[in-house]
């Protein structure tokens, strides 16, 4: 899915990679730490780059039982100012659209 909106660009291929690097690091590390999926609760602002993000990031982890259940929870109150015409992010798409942007 993508976004034409100024505010709301989706990842960059290299964004893409990034967030997987993040996945396999965080899988290593929760599978160290004996983190288990159950206690682990995903955020993520609802933006198009973070749900991406969260979305490739879960995608690698094979390591922690159970990670292929582990939801995202968009959390509206995780975002930074995306100065679209001088208003709170008037490019940041309805929770509708937004919900075929992740799992």
Known sequence: HGSNRKGDPPL??????QARDV????????EEKG??????TWLSSPFLRCLQTSTEALAVMHKVEGST???IYPEDGVFEWDDANGSWHADL???EERIHYFP
């Open 12 to 17: 960059s291929a290299l964004g893409h990679e």
């Open 35 to 40: 983190i288990k999926a159950s206690d682990i």
């Open 69 to 71: 259940q582990i939801p």
């Open 93 to 95: 798409p309805p929770k």
């Open 23 to 30: 996945g396999r690091y965080l899988d290593s590390f929760f």
